[in-house]
């Protein structure tokens, strides 16, 4: 069974920055990619950033040069650095794992259960 935990979630004034945090727990997990994803009020879920196993990096064009996403191998932890933050980044991050577990096996995509982006003076 894979967990996921999700923080770092909150209310910041335009401009403002937060970092997100997500930490997957698993015995005998395989990792391969990491990445946020974000739903609006109203809107279809849509990806934001990824980050492959191997360090690769994805943004979506409405985040590229504000948001950084990182992980630590060693923690099973992805984060997402938001810097200069709009009113039209209010949503709900969901935190998305593509691994590897017992006893099968066979390549999954594991969710969060969100965490609350809301942008607003």
């Known amino acids: 069974q894979v967990q996921l935990v999700e923080s770092g979630g909150g209310l910041v004034q335009p401009g403002g920055s937060l970092r997100l945090s997500c930490a997957a727990s698993?015995?005998?997990?395989?990792?391969?990619?990491m990445g946020w994803y974000r739903q609006a009020p109203g809107k279809d879920r849509e990806l934001v950033a990824l980050?492959?196993?191997?360090?690769?990096?994805n943004y979506s064009d409405s985040v590229k040069g504000r948001f950084t996403i990182a992980r630590d191998n060693a923690k099973n932890t992805v984060y997402l650095q938001m810097n200069n933050l709009k009113p039209e980044d209010t949503a709900v991050y969901y935190c998305?794992?593509?691994?590897?577990?017992?006893?099968?096996?066979?390549?999954?995509?594991?969710w969060g259960k969100g965490t609350l982006v809301t942008v607003a003076s």
């Open positions: 698993g015995r005998g997990i395989s990792i391969n990619h």
């Open positions: 998305n794992v593509r691994c590897m577990s017992p006893p099968y096996y066979d390549e999954r995509d594991y």
């Open positions: 980050i492959s196993s191997g360090g690769n990096e």
